[in-house]
């Protein structure tokens, strides 16, 4: 129900654009978020924003650089990427909340999952 893209390839520096449509059913009432995992590493939280996009929650390594916003018209969450590292270098994925319009910092709370998309930043 959630499908997320706009990874690749870029060099550091470079920007991306992620995107996650859900399908099946709306989220417009849901908070929703994005976390990673890099390779031999746990999923991270990334950040996260709430149904009527008030509230933003992202981390201190990202906050500069990634923007998490949503379109609830066209069903889509975004994260810009800007001035990428080697270190962001993971699959990301999209998640929503079922009965939660604020958002969380954990994997836990989010009970919708996307497949994730691929980013990989070169030096």
């Known amino acids: 129900q959630l499908q997320a893209s706009g990874g690749g390839l870029v060099q550091a520096g470079e920007s991306l654009r992620l995107s996650c449509v859900a399908s099946?059913?709306?989220?417009?009432?849901?908070?929703m978020g994005w976390f990673r995992q890099a390779p031999g590493k746990e999923r991270q939280f990334v950040a996260a924003?709430?149904?009527?996009?008030?509230?933003?929650y992202s981390t201190d390594s990202v906050m500069a650089r990634f923007t998490i916003s949503r379109d609830n018209a066209k069903n889509t969450l975004y994260l810009q990427l800007n001035s990428l590292t080697p270190e962001d270098t993971a699959i990301y994925y999209c998640?929503?909340?079922?009965?939660?319009?604020?958002?969380?910092?954990?994997?836990?709370?989010?009970?919708?999952w996307g497949q994730g998309t691929l980013v990989t930043v070169s030096a």
């Open positions: 998640a929503a909340r079922q009965y939660s319009g604020s958002n969380s910092y954990t994997g836990a709370d989010y009970d919708y």
């Open positions: 924003i709430s149904w009527n996009s008030r509230t933003i």
């Open positions: 099946g059913r709306t989220f417009r009432n849901s908070a």
